[in-house]
């Protein structure tokens, strides 16, 4: 893909969403490799909304395995059911957390983190085999609306897993 998508930050977030999804559903969909849609995908949401981190973790045996992510160096292995990765991992729920030091347990690979979002990923057969996380330097940035948009973002996704 060519080009990225800049919009003013005044711009209403589900509009952005729905410029951005195009070009997020094709990086994802055009291959040949789920390493590189996860790293075109997380540098797209990365670089449209500015948060601080937006990365991918995969399950791979018993853990949370850090994948393609743009942002500070991050968490390398979480286990299932652990912060805020893990609890959406075992719950399979999108986790939205509007202040991360009010989350009981919360693993915290940067200071700079305030709020986050973790959004399942499903393979074909409906097991999470992955999450994508999101964080943000500001208090209460992620709400049911993100939750929604990100989801169908990642639909995709489940062709690599």
Known sequence: MSGSLVLPPTVDRTVLYGALEPQVRALIEE???MVAAMSNAAAA???AFG???VGFYRVIGDALVLGP???PVACTRIASGKGVC???WATGVIQVVPDVER???HIACSALSRSEIVVPLRDRTGRIAGVLDIDSVHLNDFDAADALALERLMTPMTQWF
Request: aromatic share 22%; glycine share 22%; proline share 11%.
């Open 51 to 53: 948060w601080h981190w």
């Open 45 to 47: 949401l990365h670089e």
């Open 69 to 71: 992510f743009q942002g």
């Open 86 to 88: 893990g609890t959406a």
């Open 31 to 33: 291959g040949p490799d």
């Open 103 to 105: 989350y009981p347990g």
